[in-house]
């Protein structure tokens, strides 16, 4: 896909949230989110400290946005509210596949009141329909049972962990690999889905 396609895609919509490219102008916000440690425990990245790692962050954000390797959108109440946290793709795949990775993540104030739970129908819809990608997956840090339980209620199915397979915070670390293909959703969870549940503000 190109960079024009992709920045052409309206972000999913929402009932009660609002999802939007990262911008600079997140960055108190994001710098809140990321500086804090409940968050970032199984990220691949050390707690914010400045509004130039917040900056940084939504720089890396907005180069792979720009050149149609994935998009990160920030979540918010809608229309315009509270920051609630962030999801997106972190890499998008169109050579010799159709393959995206989910990514996501919540500040601890929303956790529990099913804001991923109504995010999460959407990523899968974009992703297959709108991307029209083959193949979705999602690398999760042993330990982040959360992030494995919602996966596996969304379809996701676990296919193994990769030894070692990345390095951050000074050690190496296994991540757990879960994959949902195109065809592979039971069609009755979609519909599931798609009635979903309205996240509790």
Not at 121 to 135: K, N, S, V
Request: aromatic share 10%; glycine share 12%.
């Amino acid at each position: 896909m190109s960079p024009r396609q992709l920045a052409d895609r309206p972000a999913p919509i929402l009932p009660g949230l609002s999802l939007r490219p990262l911008e600079d102008e997140d960055a108190a916000e994001v710098l809140a989110h990321f500086a804090d440690p409940r968050v970032v425990e199984f990220l691949d990245i050390d707690p914010l400290s400045s509004l130039d790692d917040a900056l940084s962050t939504i720089g890396w954000a907005k180069t792979q946005r720009d050149a149609g390797r994935g998009v990160r959108w920030a979540i918010r109440e809608a229309p315009g509210g509270r920051f609630v946290g962030t999801c997106g793709f972190n890499a998008l795949i169109f050579d010799r596949g159709r393959r995206g990775e989910v990514a996501y993540d919540l500040s601890p104030a929303w956790w529990g009141r099913g804001i991923m739970s109504a995010v999460m129908p959407a990523l899968i819809d974009f992703g297959l329909d709108t991307l029209a990608l083959h193949r979705l997956e999602a690398m999760v840090t042993p330990g982040n049972g959360r992030s494995c339980r919602l996966l596996e209620r969304h379809g996701f199915v676990f296919e193994g962990v990769l030894a070692g397979y990345g390095y951050w915070k000074g050690r190496y670390w296994d991540q757990i690999v879960y994959g949902l293909t195109r065809g592979s959703l039971d069609p009755t969870l979609k519909e599931d889905q798609t009635a979903g549940r309205s996240p509790r503000f």
